[in-house]
């Protein structure tokens, strides 16, 4: 089974720039789409960015299209998700996921296999 671990969490201020990584062990991402969710206090979970098995098919939320980037190295096993401009409302615990069926797919039920999370706190 894959195990994910995530990192890069932090307190910034608002406008700061973060990348949080995602590191696999235990099987290849590659064959995978590995996706980023994050979950607010008193907030279900929700989706922020996905990337298929061709790095070229990505997606992300309306509320962080332009200023994240979803990448993989697939050399690495690992997935990074790099955050500019981040605002207040960014503040979470922020997830990586993988669809082990490799759907491209906003759903978070389609993910199944999770990290521990990591904490973004942006302050305003």
């Not at 996706?35 to 990337?51: D, L, N, S």
């Not at 697939?74 to 993988?98: I, R, W």
């Amino acid at each position: 089974q894959v195990q994910l671990v995530e990192s890069g969490g932090g307190l910034v201020q608002a406008g700061d720039s973060l990348t949080l990584s995602c590191a696999a062990s235990g099987r290849t991402l590659s064959d995978y789409t590995m996706g980023w969710f994050r979950q607010a206090p008193g907030k279900e979970r929700e989706f922020v960015a996905r990337i298929a098995r061709s790095s070229v098919n990505t997606d992300y939320a309306d509320s962080v299209k332009g200023r994240f980037t979803i990448t993989r190295d697939n050399a690495k096993n690992t997935v990074f998700l790099q955050m500019n401009s981040l605002k207040a409302e960014d503040t979470a615990v922020y997830y990586c996921g993988v669809d082990t069926l490799a759907r491209t797919s906003r759903n978070r039920d389609y993910y199944n296999r999770w990290g521990q999370g990591t904490q973004v706190t942006v302050s305003s």
